[in-house]
């Protein structure tokens, strides 16, 4: 069901941070200035780092539904944390429209047109010093949301928070793939709206599926409506995702995104937000989350992952040594 244009209007730019916050103590981090800054408690305040990816995702939803996902459950986490820690003073940082790789990458297609992409380094590099820079000015905790499933793109992240944490005592906490580590989407809450067995005809939902499509359908109206139309691209397990380049037919999408419905993605994305928020309420309470299952780090050996991200790497130290030898001819 589409939303009036005037409701959609002020979703849209709620998740693009174009207007004022919406709940008492949230900071948006470029409309301070530095003495109201240098206010904030070091303690009690939490600095929000969300990266917004752009890749293609089929031919039905936007190159920005990362994007879009990841600041609406930054946004969802902060209204709960607000509840639940009144005293905090919630520090958005404008979004960083940056991620490693695309599904697109699995087809081998590296350079498609709809995903605009960094080297794993690079992404690791600017997050440790975004990081880095939040925390050299004393603030303790750093929350990283994004929502983007390449593994690099959360191998990035991972290292920059540990590093950053480790090296100047910081929390500095990569929510999303802990709670990739969990499982991208509930199962469970696809299971209430299409039955026992959805998966026998669709496969695992993911990538511009039944989920991602469902979630967009909830969260604007930037759905186009072929998605109605479309046939099914079955994905067995997520072991056969890195073998999708020997097949063909792939057009950056897998499952059945004909039975995406907006009730559906709110249920997934509220999923996510109450699960994000577990996470959060860890952190804060000064629990080890080192025990904890984090994405990409899960999972049986796939040796077909391992050849993808090998091949990737391959690129990426290509394209370092370019750079290099053309900065030494300068």
Known sequence: MRKSWLTTSMVLLVICGCTSPTTDGVLRLEELTYPEIDAIDREQSIFFLTFGNLEEHGPHIPVGSDYYMAVAVRDGLIERLKASYPDYDMVVVPVIPLGEGGANDLARDFEHVGTFALRYETLRDVTIDMGASIANKGFQNIFLIHAHGAPLHSVAFNEASAFVSERYGVRMVNISSLIFGQGFFSDDVVTQHL??????????????????????????????????????????????????????????????????????????????????????????????????????????????ADAYLSEVLGRYSAQEAEIEAWLREQ
């Open 195 to 304: 039955g026992e067995g959805w998966q026998d005809e669709t496969g695992i939902t993911g990538h511009s599926g039944i989920a991602e499509t469902s979630i967009n359908l909830y969260l604007h109206d930037l759905v186009d409506s072929i998605y109605t139309e479309l046939e099914p691209f079955v994905v067995a397990d997520f072991g056969e995702v890195f073998r999708i380049h020997e097949r063909t037919g792939f057009q950056g999408y897998w499952s059945d995104p004909s039975q995406a419905s907006a009730a559906i993605g709110e249920d997934l994305y509220n999923d996510f937000v109450e699960r994000s928020f577990r996470i959060a309420e860890l952190t804060l309470s000064g629990e080890d989350l080192s025990g904890l299952p984090l994405y990409p780090n899960v999972g049986p050996p796939n040796p077909a």
